[in-house]
T-cell receptor, first 111, second 116 residues
Framework: KNQVEQSPQSLIILEGKNCTLQCNYTVSPFSNLRWYKQDTGRGPVSLTIMTFSENTKSNGRYTATLDADTKQSSLHITASQLSDSASYICVVRSGTYKYIFGTGTRLKVLA | DTGVSQDPRHKITKRGQNVTFRCDPISEHNRLYWYRQTLGQGPEFLTYFQNEAQLEKSRLLSDRFSAERPKGSFSTLEIQRTEQGDSAMYLC??????????????FGNGTRLTVT
């Protein structure tokens, strides 16, 4: 069964600190993996995409990694800001049009 | 704004009533998805259109749910005889499909349904 699991479920950090969110997947066939940020009451917004051949990709303070052998991805947030408080969802695209969603990690950044 | 637009943003209805939601995707996107999201969960797939054709519908979806995408443009999702368990955020997303293999899903801000 195709699955995407994320950890931790929730996380609280102080402003300015770094954090890392984890995503493990068992999805076949694998096309790509994308991290989304979802603010409360809004739709998810894409942060970064990882394809099979990519190991690391950065988007500002966000850095995503992918290990296709172990089927793991991480999202590292550097120097967190209050506006980073949101849910972060790992999504694996399978084939041409299927998307498998994780349940997300809820991040709270405190001043 | 050329993003995905959903209407209404909020809907409160009584159990047993029918509701209809609308989604206007990004104009050049040929693929359109409907998802349902409950608190603390990721989006759950409901149905998928390529142009005007509905190519897949979740087996979890009862026959009270129906979706259309006439002319391959906007889409509607109708829920008949609503139940309290239907209370959720309904998200619409669109994408470029095969022309943009790595193009992302673009989500609307959803319609929050509350069934009383």
């Amino acid at each position: 069964k195709n699955q995407v699991e994320q950890s931790p479920q929730s996380l609280i950090i102080l402003e300015g600190k770094n954090c890392t969110l984890q995503c493990n997947y068992t999805v076949s066939p694998f096309s790509n993996l994308r991290w989304y940020k979802q603010d409360t009451g809004r739709g998810p917004v894409s942060l970064t995409i990882m394809t099979f051949s990519e190991n690391t990709k950065s988007n500002g303070r966000y850095t995503a990694t992918l290990d296709a052998d172990t089927k793991q991805s991480s999202l590292h947030i550097t120097a967190s800001q209050l506006s980073d408080s949101a849910s972060y969802i790992c999504v694996v695209r399978s084939g041409t049009y299927k998307y498998i969603f994780g349940t997300g990690t809820r991040l709270k950044v405190l001043a | 704004d050329t993003g995905v637009s959903q209407d209404p943003r909020h809907k409160i209805t009584k159990r047993g009533q029918n509701v209809t939601f609308r989604c206007d995707p990004i104009s050049e996107h040929n693929r359109l998805y409907w998802y349902r999201q409950t608190l603390g969960q990721g989006p759950e797939f409901l149905t998928y259109f390529q142009n005007e054709a509905q190519l897949e519908k979740s087996r979890l979806l009862s026959d009270r749910f129906s979706a259309e995408r006439p002319k391959g443009s906007f889409s509607t999702l109708e829920i008949q005889r609503t139940e309290q368990g239907d209370s959720a955020m309904y998200l619409c997303a669109s994408s470029l499909g095969d022309r943009g293999w790595n193009s992302p899903l673009h989500f609307g801000n959803g319609t929050r349904l509350t069934v009383t």
